[in-house]
């Protein structure tokens, strides 16, 4: 009956819900779909703007002069929706949508389901390009990984007196200790999954999907980048003798120019290894270190993010506690590098090179997704894809709150987690 009452009300011609009769009981909104409610400022989609609604029958307005106008925060069914506004006046489909929602779970809550829908049409609008330009990244380096590397360095085996000339390339094959799929792995899922936590504390979509986006634009970064040095310049394993198994009187059949070349004819080229294919292969490609690169380029930016949420390098003495929680992401990816030294699948230089190019790739991909790195007053701003930041609209000397946590998606709810209430900062800075 009460539904009955509801259509007959929104087919009357109703803009508001002022003739559904009381006994109608409101649903408590969601608080999952509370995270998706569209920020002021956000872009919107270019989307059909609709034809204007036709006057009410009572003669009164409605809309922004209206007595019952509330302004709202995201559009349904490509328009601009408000509380207390139907969207019957609009595409049938949508209507017969919203009337039917409306029956079942309540106005409210199929306004926030409306909602839903339109943000994930305007986030994937304004994510597709980069998420197509992620795959096809992730699908080059995959290609290049598993194709041969087309130089070959040259080495030497032994000496006239039959001993290894280098002793650090013949150490035995050994069992990784961290595999390559766990750092893959390790790399994109403990940040995704530590930020996903923190937004138990900052409720924010928009916050989580620049997180994630930097994570993802740091690992994508840095794996094609290490991924392309391997393919060309490469390196030696430290266990490249054990897994290559030279026989050196297949340099008189090997195509290469370069077999029992160089001083005294002591070196040679892969055309003398009788391993297995694709550990030979593998065993050439030592620079950078991918586990390092993986790890680094993730749990920097891990820290960064929880710098700028903890705001641990501010104007003020921090906890150390936080100073301990930033350094503990970096902790582990230096444990991941330092890993390959025990099981000798890479040299000492090629795990420092992992270590500066993850590093930098997590740097400027925060950079990239957030107002600033080590500013506390712009580290936790996520960035508007269309709309700039006005760096001047946060001014330190002004002790109005409005002035702190200020973003184009949503504001940052982590000043008083972190211990530092705007007001505070601001009597601080003065």
């Known amino acids: 009956m009460a539904c009955r009452s509801l259509l007959r009300a929104m087919r009357g011609g109703t ?139 040259s080495f030497a085996v032994t000496d006239d007196n039959g001993s290894v000339v ?84 297949l340099a008189k059949t090997g195509k290469s120019r370069y077999n029992a070349a160089g001083f005294k004819q002591m070196y040679y080229t892969r055309d003398v290894c009788t391993g297995d294919h694709w550990q030979v292969n593998d065993s050439l490609t030592s620079f950078p270190s991918g586990h390092t690169t993986a790890a680094f380029a993730g749990f920097v930016f891990l820290s960064l993010y929880m710098n700028g949420k903890f705001k641990i390098f501010s104007n003020r003495h921090t906890p150390l506690w936080k100073l301990t929680m930033f350094n503990t992401p970096i902790l582990c990816a230096t444990l991941i590098g330092g890993a390959l030294t025990i099981d000798a699948f890479h040299n000492w230089y090629d795990i420092v090179a992992g270590a500066i190019i993850g590093t930098f790739m997590a740097f400027t991909s925060y950079r990239m997704t957030y107002a600033a790195v080590f500013d506390y007053r712009y580290n936790h701003i996520p960035m508007n894809r269309v709309k700039p930041f006005n760096f001047d609209s946060i001014d330190p000397h002004q002790s109005e709150e409005r002035h702190f946590g200020l973003t184009h998606l949503d504001n940052s709810r982590l000043y008083s987690w972190s211990g530092s209430h705007p007001k505070d900062v601001a009597k601080d800075a003065e």
């Open 15 to 153: 803009q508001s819900l002022r003739d559904v009769p009381a006994d109608i009981p409101a649903r408590p909104a969601s608080p999952v779909l509370s995270l998706f409610s569209v920020p002021a400022g956000f872009p919107s989609a270019p989307l059909r703007q609709p034809s204007p609604p036709p006057p009410p029958a009572d003669g009164k307005p409605d809309g922004p002069d209206g007595p019952d106008y509330k302004p709202g925060f995201f559009r349904i069914c490509h328009h601009r929706g408000q509380p207390g506004q139907h969207c019957h006046h609009h595409c049938k489909r949508c209507r017969h949508i919203c009337h039917r929602l409306e029956c079942y779970i309540g106005m409210a809550l199929a306004t926030r389901v409306c909602a839903f829908v339109y943000m994930s049409f305007v986030w994937l609008w304004h994510s597709w390009v980069d998420i197509a330009t992620i795959l096809s990244s992730t699908a080059m380096a995959l290609v290049l990984y598993m194709t041969k590397p087309p130089t070959s360095r």
């Open 166 to 249: 280098y002793p650090e390339f013949a150490l035995p094959l050994r069992t990784e200790i961290v595999p390559s799929w766990l750092a893959i792995l390790l790399g994109p899922v403990v940040p995704v999954v530590c930020i996903l936590a923190l937004q138990l504390r900052v409720r924010s979509f928009w916050d989580a999907n620049n997180a994630i986006f930097g994570v993802l634009y740091s690992l994508t970064n840095s794996v094609v980048f290490q991924v392309i040095l391997k393919w060309l310049i490469g390196g030696l394993r430290p266990h490249f003798l054990d897994v290559c198994k030279p026989d050196l009187s």
